[in-house]
């Protein structure tokens, strides 16, 4: 059974700086699209950002250049490292994935990852003014 377990959350000033974390467990897929999407409170969950086997990324508009996803295969670990962080980015921050990476694309940012199966308990960022 797939589990997915984020942790790094917690609380930050503006311009502070996050690592959050996603272990993997249950899988051993070379192919896949995993991701990192947030839902801050009375909002829609939206997409942050996505990277498949291959390495390939995709970013919301809100975070380019601030936000950095990477995977780490050997250790079934999937990061985001989190840079000027502002206040609205405060929300619950959510790791998922599927295995297969038809799903690693913008329609995935903008739908919020409808299409992905397995996902986290989410991890709480919050950023002060």
């Known amino acids: 059974q797939v589990q997915l377990a984020e942790s790094g959350g917690g609380s930050v000033q503006a311009g502070g700086s996050l690592r959050l974390s996603c272990a993997a467990h249950?899988?051993?897929?070379?192919?896949?699209?995993m991701g990192w999407f947030r839902q801050a409170p009375g909002k829609e969950r939206e997409g942050v950002a996505l990277?498949?086997?291959?390495?390939?990324?995709t970013y919301a508009d809100s975070v380019k250049g601030r936000f950095s996803i990477s995977s780490d295969n050997a250790k079934n670990t999937l990061y985001l490292q989190m840079n000027s962080l502002k206040p609205e980015d405060t929300a619950m921050y959510y790791c998922?994935?599927?295995?297969?990476?038809?799903?690693?694309?913008?329609?995935?940012?903008?739908?919020?990852?409808?299409?992905?199966?397995?996902w986290g308990q989410g991890t709480q960022v919050t950023v002060s003014s």
């Open positions: 998922a994935a599927d295995w297969t990476d038809d799903d690693c694309n913008e329609e995935s940012i903008e739908s919020g990852g409808i299409t992905l199966p397995y």
């Open positions: 249950g899988y051993t897929y070379s192919s896949y699209c």
């Open positions: 990277i498949d086997g291959t390495g390939t990324t």
